[in-house]
């Protein structure tokens, strides 16, 4: 939204920031990325985040602290130390903003896979699709490129790779000032998982 624009993605990162006069729900995003932030950022009066799809502060710390991020709770408030992070297991306890925080997660961090992705229907279900828009390849288990409705949620699972020499030519782009990055997703039978992660090209950057 508007507001993530303004304090996020435009303005300068704060200390601290409050769901209720800051950033909404869209906190949850922030949250996701603050391991990459410069410096410690405190989340508060997150209350409300705890009676919506799941309890979403718990879900916040424990998966994030999946991803080797440093999370302290302290009534309800988030605190997050910027730190490396690793891809891990996700689970999205069926909770579209888990799935597409997450998910949006993997744009910097390869390696991560999302148990059931298809949640993401109940608000986004083109969010894989947009995800695609950015410079990702998601192929299913025969190397098919997976592309338009196929891109569509669904309960399937993928696996990374490394992009191939020369496969990020003319196709990759630049999303958010991390530079150029390549997915790729390999989408066999097993039902209900998804991973997905962004690696760097192998070949560099023209």
Same mark, same amino acid.
């Given at each position: 939204?508007?507001?993530?624009?303004?304090?996020?993605?435009?303005?300068?990162?704060?200390?601290?920031?409050?769901?209720?006069?800051?950033?909404?729900?869209?906190?949850?995003?922030?949250?996701?990325?603050?391991?990459?932030?410069?410096?410690?950022?405190?989340?508060?009066?997150?209350?409300?985040?705890?009676?919506?799809?799941? /309890?979403?502060?718990? *879900?916040?710390?424990?998966?994030? &602290?999946?991803?080797? !991020? +440093?999370?302290?709770?302290?009534?309800d %408030?988030?605190?997050?130390?910027?730190?490396?992070?690793?891809?891990?297991?996700?689970?999205?306890?069926?909770?579209?903003?888990?799935?597409?925080?997450?998910?949006?997660?993997?744009?910097?961090?390869p390696?991560?896979?999302?148990?059931?992705?298809?949640?993401?229907?109940?608000?986004?279900?083109?969010?894989?699709?947009?995800?695609?828009?950015?410079?990702?390849?998601?192929?299913?288990?025969?190397?098919?490129?997976l592309?338009? /409705?196929?891109?569509? *949620?669904?309960?399937?699972?993928? &696996?990374?790779?490394? !992009? +191939?020499?020369?496969e990020?030519?003319? %196709?990759?782009?630049?999303?958010?000032?991390?530079?150029?990055?390549?997915?790729?997703?390999?989408?066999?039978?097993?039902?209900?998982?998804?991973?997905?992660?962004?690696?760097?090209?192998?070949?560099?950057a023209?």
């Open positions: 939204d508007q507001k993530f624009l303004d304090l996020i993605a435009q303005g300068t990162w704060r200390p601290a920031y409050s769901r209720q006069t800051d950033l909404a729900d869209s906190i949850m995003t922030a949250i996701v990325l603050a391991p990459f932030a410069p410096a410690t950022t405190r989340f508060t009066e997150l209350g409300r985040l705890r009676v919506q799809e799941c /309890e979403r502060v718990k *879900a916040l710390r424990t998966e994030l &602290s999946k991803c080797g !991020a +440093r999370v302290e709770e302290s009534g %408030t988030l605190t997050v130390h910027p730190g490396p992070l690793h891809g891990a297991e996700i689970e999205t306890y069926n909770d579209h903003r888990v799935a597409m925080c997450f998910g949006m997660l993997g744009l910097r961090v390696g991560m896979r999302l148990s059931n992705p298809a949640c993401v229907r109940k608000t986004f279900p083109n969010f894989f699709a947009k995800l695609a828009e950015l410079g990702t390849v998601i192929e299913d288990a025969d190397g098919k490129l592309s338009g /409705e196929e891109l569509l *949620a669904v309960a399937h699972s993928c &696996s990374t790779r490394r !992009a +191939r020499p020369g990020c030519s003319g %196709t990759t782009r630049s999303c958010a000032g991390w530079g150029p990055r390549r997915v790729s997703c390999t989408w066999p039978s097993v039902p209900q998982s998804m991973r997905c992660g962004i690696s760097k090209p192998s070949v560099p023209s």
